[in-house]
């Protein structure tokens, strides 16, 4: 009788260290999130280490640290994005998109967290392009494949306002091509564009008024709402407690 009441009470000493060191050693949820690292502040890369890096990278790895998860990060077209996240080869984007009508239809979005605008932007002496209206039907004109500044590049071609619209994968290659005079003009979003003037004075310059306002946000696929929750929680805790404006100040100021 003994013997058993000591079997049994090794038992529950067993179940009971597996028990704490269940609850003490859980595992994080793990998700992947993706971007495309050539649109400087939001999405870059350090040029010291090689990692993904920008004001996307700090804010979401502020919300999956309010919110107990983590991340892992990967570099993708912006074009192919929308696409690895709906077969859910990854969970998340956090790439500077635009939280569109249009893209609304194919993923969830959080609550937007920068509003910008598209501007037109020319090598730096030009005189001819003082604005969008200065565009003409010999010219060719460079936009980043799946934004809104490509779009509008390629409803001025449709309208036959310029001779071309040139949709690039990168940012970096577009605007080298503006700075060669491969394109007369490109068409991005005003933040990018500042950031890029900033890093390389002199090379290029803005002409004219912002165009349309849009709102960036990050994007889970539809229906994940246990995410979206979470993702929103996190943004609301960062803003409330100023880790949204040190990170702000850190990239925009």
Excluded: H
Excluded at 115 to 141: C, W, Y
Excluded at 214 to 220: D, H, K, M, N
């Amino acid at each position: 009788m003994k013997n058993i009441k000591k079997g049994l009470l090794f038992i529950s000493i067993v179940v009971m260290v597996f028990s704490f060191a269940a609850c003490g050693g859980q595992e994080k949820d793990v998700y992947k999130v993706a971007m495309e690292p050539t649109f400087p502040p939001f999405d870059t890369t350090d040029s010291k280490t090689g990692e993904l890096s920008g004001f996307d990278v700090d804010l979401m790895e502020a919300i999956a640290a309010d919110q107990g998860f983590e991340l892992e990060w990967s570099n993708m077209s912006f074009g192919g994005l929308i696409s690895a996240l709906q077969s859910g080869n990854i969970d998340i984007i956090a790439s500077g998109m635009n939280a569109s009508d249009q893209r609304r239809k194919q993923v969830d979005f959080s609550d937007t967290y920068y509003d910008s605008g598209l501007v037109v932007a020319v090598k730096d002496g030009n005189t001819a392009i003082k604005s969008i209206k200065d565009l003409t039907p010999d010219m060719r004109v460079g936009g980043q494949i799946g934004t809104t500044g490509a779009d509008k590049c390629n409803e001025l071609q449709k309208a036959g306002k310029i001779k071309e619209a040139k949709i690039y994968d990168g940012l970096d290659v577009a605007m080298m091509d503006l700075q060669n005079g491969t394109i007369d003009a490109l068409i991005n979003d005003l933040p990018v564009t500042k950031a890029y003037m900033k890093a390389k004075p002199g090379t290029i310059e803005i002409v004219g008024d912002v165009l349309n306002a849009e709102s960036y946000g990050i994007a889970v696929k539809k229906g994940n709402k246990e995410l979206l929750d979470q993702i929103n929680a996190g943004m609301k805790d960062i803003k409330d407690n100023g880790t949204f404006d040190k990170l702000y100040s850190k990239w925009f100021e």
